[in-house]
Each structure stands twice: as structure tokens, then as C-alpha cells.
């Protein structure tokens, strides 16, 4: 079955910086849009960042633009973030999500569009 698995979470002070990653398995990787989503407590998941199969395009939520990096490596069928300035506010669980786009490089903010999610992993960030 599809797995996805996150790493790299932890707990770390505001301005400093974190690295997630999303391994999977069993998914045909260059056929899937990758998104980054967060919740944090009592709150709606939200979409974090997303990229398209190929690379190219991206998104990021208005809040997080300009500090994370998503990227992808579709040898290692591995996608990540890379979370730089962080703060407060970015404590969350974070999830990657795949979302089945065959060669189209269309990318989708919602978490409707999103078929396949991992576990999540804990980001704290202290202030």
C-alpha cells in the first residue's frame, strides 16, 4: 500500500530553522503533485506549500512566503520543506499529502484534491 513518512520535526526557537522530509512508497511519484499542510490546535488543516511533479510550478501560503522551500526529488520519490525564520505561529503538525496529477502540472490547494497523506510530524517553535 501507499505510504507516506514524514521526518524532521522538533522543537526549536523562533528564528532558527527546521528541515521535513516525506519519504514514499508504492506511488508512482513523478505522477503526483506534493503538498505540504499544517494544523495546529483547535484549528483547520491548511495548506503550507505545494509543487508540481515536474518541479515547477509552486505555491505557498501567504505567511510562509519568502521562509520555506519546498522541493522535491523525484529519484528518492522523497519531497521536502525547508523552514527557515521560524515562528511561533508555524507550531503545527505538518503533513505531506500526493495528489494524483499524471503529467499535468497543475497543482490544487485543497485538501479535498489530496489522496494519500502520512502520519504528520510536530513542529515547536519557541519563542
Known amino acids: 500500500q501507499v505510504r507516506l513518512v514524514e521526518s524532521g520535526g522538533g522543537l526549536v526557537q523562533a528564528g532558527g530553522s527546521l528541515s521535513l522530509s516525506c519519504a514514499t512508497s508504492?506511488?508512482?511519484?513523478?505522477?503526483?503533485?506534493m503538498a505540504w499542510f499544517r494544523q495546529a490546535p483547535g484549528k483547520e488543516r491548511e495548506i503550507v506549500a505545494v509543487?508540481?511533479?515536474?518541479?515547477?510550478?509552486?505555491y505557498y501560503t501567504e505567511s510562509v512566503k519568502g521562509r520555506f522551500t519546498i522541493s522535491r526529488d523525484n529519484a528518492e520519490n522523497t519531497v521536502y520543506l525547508q523552514m527557515n525564520s521560524l515562528k511561533p505561529e508555524d507550531t503545527a503538525v505538518y503533513y505531506c499529502?500526493?495528489?494524483?496529477?499524471?503529467?499535468?502540472?497543475?497543482?490544487?490547494?485543497?485538501?479535498?484534491?489530496?489522496?494519500?497523506w502520512g502520519q504528520g510530524t510536530q513542529v515547536t517553535v519557541s519563542s
Open positions: 509543487i508540481a511533479w515536474s518541479g515547477s510550478p509552486t
Open positions: 508504492r506511488l508512482t511519484f513523478s505522477n503526483y503533485a
Open positions: 499529502a500526493a495528489d494524483f496529477t499524471g503529467s499535468s502540472v497543475r497543482i490544487h490547494t485543497s485538501r479535498d484534491d489530496y489522496s494519500y
